[in-house]
């Protein structure tokens, strides 16, 4: 009887070992993450002469910049406004102009997403382009310092990626 009593106090041991493992390993795992990046592509439509921009951003971090914005408790895959708010917080925040700093003005093309991440569509609604233009990409920069937003431009001649972040917002892009 003292042998059964010894075995089920070690049956007993080992799952208070385990439950505190597993406690430790899944308490690392919190809304926070280390890293904060957004990758986008762009890309130059011959047919149409307008760029075509497909921006990923976390949701979780989208929501967290809009709360901050003015608009807390957001949910941007349910909320009904979300959209007109992820549309004037990416205008605000994505801009591209002319090498001497004329405005070229972009179009929200819409979103879509699921709880990981959502896909913002912009393209530059039939202006004339220049040769040479400079991006902006300051999207989730003054809510997390670390942030780095990268964007690919998909030139069949000279495929390229500019990095964004804090220490530089702004890249010269040659179409």
Known sequence: ????????????????????????????FTAEHEY??????????????????????????LEYALSQEG??????????????????YVLDNFEISSADNRAIQLHFEGMEGDADAVFVYLNSNGSILPMSIRVRHAILMDHFPDQVNILHYSNPSRPSSFRFSDESDVENIDL
């Open 1 to 28: 009887m003292c042998e059964l009593s010894y075995l089920g106090k070690m049956k007993q041991w080992k799952t208070i070992a385990l439950m505190l493992g597993c406690a430790f390993v899944f308490s690392s």
């Open 36 to 61: 904060y990046v957004s990758v986008g592509e762009m890309r130059l439509n011959l047919e149409t002469e307008q760029l075509e921009f497909a921006l990923r951003i976390f949701s979780d971090d």
């Open 71 to 88: 608009h807390p408790g957001v949910d941007i895959l349910n909320d009904p406004e979300a959209e007109a708010w992820v549309e004037d």
